[in-house]
């Protein structure tokens, strides 16, 4: 049972409740009206307990392993006396809805941990791999006292720009020997990256991984830097749990990214166009919302989008009619 009182959710999430963390999540992710109503309110009571912990999205190519870096990352903020949070979003099936969410098995030892808390999101379809909620949820998390938020994408393809715009440091995963560091280099991603680290390099692989990284560093020095005081660094790492390698250096070129921009003053200023981001695509998402609940569009939608696909209408012309709907005074 959702409980409607948003002092409720507010008071227990400040509290370090975490069955009550889950309970309000679910909230935040609930599609109905009267629920997302309780949510805003509840988002608007948390939104001054939080801003400091650190947002970090990791992204990468498939089997890159991902799961694998966060639960060893985790594992070491835990160890180091943080209180870590991963946003685990799982890709949806486009045909049935459907999503695995099966990253909490994935890191079972980061799970056990006290101080651990996972929680694994359908993404829906949304773009960049993000779950439609993924902000809300990680604003709750701050609130709750996690100092670090980790937001695992469903990986790079999509709009990795989504991701960059609600975390601090974006980290791109990639691995060595299977094409991908070719496949991989595209300005797109390298562009919105704060960090890349070449995963998986121990063994055999060591030597195609520093390979790999000689060729990544290569190609961010061919790219304007987003940040006046911070050069994109390339790193080689393992997440075997019985010897990771780099995982530390990468966390350090974390902190060291939040120092210097913070010192620049960049690190204030970028967190003020995320919170300019976030309403304007909660903006384009209630846009959509409304266009699809509008009592004309439910009766007429249909209609139009069988003479399109018959070729008996234009998709400009009906597209045209179908917006005009939303003006009363438009007629058909």
């Known amino acids: 049972m959702i409980s409607t009182d948003p002092d409720y959710y507010v008071q227990s999430v400040l509290a370090q ?14 599609a109905r009206h009267e629920h997302q109503q309780v949510a805003r309110q509840v988002v608007d009571g948390l939104l001054p307990h939080t801003g400091q912990a650190v947002r970090l999205g990791v992204t990468g190519v498939p089997g890159a392993g991902k799961s694998t870096f966060i639960e060893t990352l985790g594992t070491m903020l835990v160890k180091d006396g943080r209180k870590v949070a991963v946003l685990a979003v799982d890709p949806s099936s486009q045909r049935s809805g459907g999503s695995v969410l099966a990253d909490k098995t994935r890191m079972k030892n980061l799970s056990t941990l006290t101080n651990a808390f996972i929680r694994p999101s359908p993404s829906g379809g949304t773009l960049g791999g993000v779950a439609r909620k993924t902000r809300e949820t990680m604003l709750i998390c ?68 520093n390979l790999a990284r000689r060729q990544y560093e290569f190609a961010m020095h061919l790219l304007t830097p987003t940040y006046a005081n911070w050069m ?3 790193f080689t790492c393992s997440s075997l749990e019985a010897a990771p390698i780099g995982i530390s250096e990468i966390w350090a070129a974390v902190l060291d990214h939040r120092q210097k921009l913070t010192e620049s003053g960049e690190f204030e200023e970028k967190r003020r166009h995320q919170a300019l981001n976030w309403m304007w695509f909660l903006l384009e998402e209630g846009l959509k919302e409304r266009f699809h609940q ?15 696909e018959q070729g008996a209408t234009a998709p400009t012309v009906a597209a045209g009619k179908l917006l005009f709907l939303l003006d009363n005074d438009a007629a058909v």
């Open 17 to 30: 409740d975490k069955r009550v963390l889950a309970k309000t999540i679910t909230l935040i992710e609930s």
């Open 142 to 209: 701050e609130a709750y006292g996690f100092d670090v938020v980790l937001i695992e994408t469903v990986g790079v393809g999509q709009s990795e720009t989504t991701v960059a715009s609600m975390v601090d440091f974006f980290l791109v995963l990639m691995i060595a020997g299977a094409g991908d560091e070719l496949q991989g280099i595209k300005k797109g991603v390298l562009e919105v990256a704060d960090a890349i680290a070449i995963n998986k390099a121990d063994g055999d692989n060591v030597e195609r991984a």
């Open 232 to 234: 994109p660094p390339v």
């Open 294 to 308: 509008d009592p004309k569009v439910k009766r007429l939608l249909p209609q139009f989008a069988r003479e399109v």
